[in-house]
């Protein structure tokens, strides 16, 4: 049977298995060199990568989830900070059809913006706690 979402939320199975994988979760050996070896080797054969996560898995909670991949691109991956963004808006609105409307400050397109503390090209870590966020041209943060 399916179940409403608002149900699994307030399920204390549900809630009980998330907590359960949390505290078994544990790291692969040598993942880390294969990640790093085949990511390598797709850019080398010049697949575009873009910004994707695990969000709503364990480790993954949503609100987390997309700064910290940002993080592990440029920490992990040893990708570049202005890459790493630019792969996340206007490279993902590009192979979604969208670039038109969306994925980059243009006049005339549909934008969500964040404000941060900081320089994110330098410390990618910035974009943890935005001070401003800004969902189709209005604040909401």
């Given at each position: ?41 797709l ?15 364990a ?15 440029v ?17 993902a ?31 990618i ?17």
């Amino acid at each position: 049977a399916v179940l409403p979402v608002e149900e699994i939320r307030r399920s204390p199975l549900v809630a009980a298995d998330v907590k359960g994988a949390l505290r078994t979760y544990r790291p692969q050996p040598g993942a880390r060199a294969v990640i790093l070896r085949k990511v390598a080797q797709l850019r080398e054969a010049g697949v575009q990568l873009l910004m994707g996560t695990d969000a709503g898995l364990a480790g993954a909670p949503h609100a987390q989830a997309t700064w910290k991949e940002m993080e592990a691109w440029v920490n992990v991956l040893g990708i570049s900070a202005m890459e790493t963004i630019q792969r996340a808006t206007s490279g993902a609105a590009r192979y979604l059809g969208v670039a038109d409307r969306t994925g980059s400050i243009e006049a005339g397109k549909s934008a969500d913006v964040i404000v941060v503390p900081g320089d994110p090209l330098r410390h990618i870590d910035v974009l943890r706690d935005p001070v401003m966020v800004f969902k189709n041209g209005r604040q909401v943060k």
